[in-house]
């Protein structure tokens, strides 16, 4: 158990880093540098991933002392899928593979949610860059209102997985209104049900970055789900639903006796 300011009954236990469920995917989009220093040393211990988000580290100042210092906190640090993506779309791909060595990345993305890619072209990817760094692999489109039947995202899945991912990401996109939720932001309940039939929740990341979505995915599969594209402001606030400290999962963790009792 994490060494907390307050001791207090009945909490779910946390995994510590570094975590294999659990995980914490934040969404860096560029944020400067003293501000990285800060967030790493008040939220460093509960984020695992880093994305620098979709091409912003093509712009960004400091991307390299970002990094070095997302590493030093035990943090890994990727690239976002559409930079590869913008890559591969170019015939660059092993200039992309020299790209992150240079910049001293051990995880990489592989994404198909913006270009047209076979899908044993994609595995391919994610089997070369798997021998050299850990794969991140994202299924699902950023296009509003693209439908993926249920099956052929279980497939996806689990063929990017045997092919070398880590883990695969369930498409979101940063607003949460495409893939795994509807128009209006809400579960694709069905979609997700079909999914953990056949893919171990564990083996997901689901990209969550509104709170309602957080707190879906935390009652249905626990404290220990992995969820990704959190701000960093989102941070503390994500870990407190974790653990039941927040209105709306007050209840989840608490035993029976203690949820009937009244006061």
């Avoid at 699902?140 to 063929?159: F, V």
């Avoid at 171990?200 to 879906?216: A, F, G, M, N, S």
Wanted: hydrophobic share 35%; with cysteine; charged share 25%.
């Amino acid at each position: 158990m994490p060494n907390y300011n307050i001791s207090i009954s009945n909490l779910p236990e946390r995994t510590e880093k570094p975590r294999n469920s659990g995980i914490t995917m934040v969404m860096d989009k560029g944020v400067p540098l003293s501000h990285a220093e800060a967030y790493v040393e008040s939220y460093g211990d509960y984020i695992d991933f880093v994305k620098l988000g979709f091409g912003t580290s093509v712009v960004s100042k400091h991307v390299k002392e970002k990094i070095k210092l997302y590493k030093k906190a035990g943090i890994k640090v990727y690239l976002g899928g559409t930079l590869f993506e913008a890559f591969v779309v170019r015939g660059k791909f092993d200039e992309y593979q020299k790209c992150i060595d240079s910049l001293g990345l051990d995880t990489a993305e592989v994404s198909d949610g913006s270009i047209l890619m076979g899908h044993d072209s994609k595995c391919e990817f994610i089997s070369k860059l798997a021998k050299n760094f850990t794969v991140l692999s994202e299924v699902g489109s950023k296009e509003e209102g693209i439908i993926i039947h249920p099956a052929k995202w279980t497939s996806m899945m689990k063929k990017e997985l045997e092919a070398g991912s880590y883990k695969v990401i369930a498409e979101a996109r940063e607003s949460g209104n495409v893939g795994i939720f509807h128009k209006n932001g809400s579960a694709h309940t069905m979609l997700i049900n079909r999914i953990t039939n056949k893919i171990k929740p564990e083996d997901i990341i689901w990209e969550t970055p509104q709170k309602p979505q957080q707190v879906y995915f935390i009652k249905l599969f626990g404290a220990n789900v992995n969820v990704g594209n959190i701000g960093f402001e989102d941070v503390i606030p994500l870990e407190t639903l974790r653990l039941g400290l927040r209105g709306d999962t007050f209840f989840t963790f608490l035993p029976e006796e203690t949820k009937e009792k009244q006061f």
